[in-house]
């Protein structure tokens, strides 16, 4: 396994295990804020990084690189929506059983989107 593998794995994993264990401090909205820079910064850094370098498999870092981003703009964004059709913020269901269909349906769809779509890309690409 090389660094962009490395690179690329954590990028999936890392905004997976921020919703599933830091989902609280994902719908306060100074944290957001501060969630959102951090992945803006770690961005701008990377690119600038790969930019710089001379790397193999730059296409696949590319997409790894902005998988944190994209995963926070999504989260807001499919938060946002939740909110305007059910009226009320959704709820955490890792390891609960007893939950609504809704809330339900939000965290499989958000899931699937910040694995499926990011490998998807990098499968086209690479």
Do not use: C, Q
Not at 47 to 74: E, F, G, Q
Request: proline share 3%; aromatic share 20%.
């Amino acid at each position: 396994m090389d660094l962009g593998d490395f690179i690329f794995i954590s990028s999936i994993v890392i905004p997976g295990l921020i919703f599933e264990f830091f989902r609280n401090y994902l719908d306060k909205n100074k944290s957001w804020w501060f969630i959102l820079g951090g992945s803006s910064i770690i961005t701008l850094m990377g690119y600038i990084y790969v930019y710089t370098s001379n790397i193999d498999h730059k296409n696949t870092l590319y997409v790894s690189l902005i998988v944190p981003l994209y995963a926070t703009l999504l989260y807001k964004g499919m938060t946002l929506l939740f909110v305007k059709w059910f009226g009320r913020m959704p709820e955490d269901t890792f390891l609960e059983f007893r939950v609504k269909f809704s809330d339900a349906m939000f965290n499989i769809l958000y899931g699937i989107l910040i694995t499926v779509v990011p490998l998807s890309v990098t499968y086209l690409l690479y």
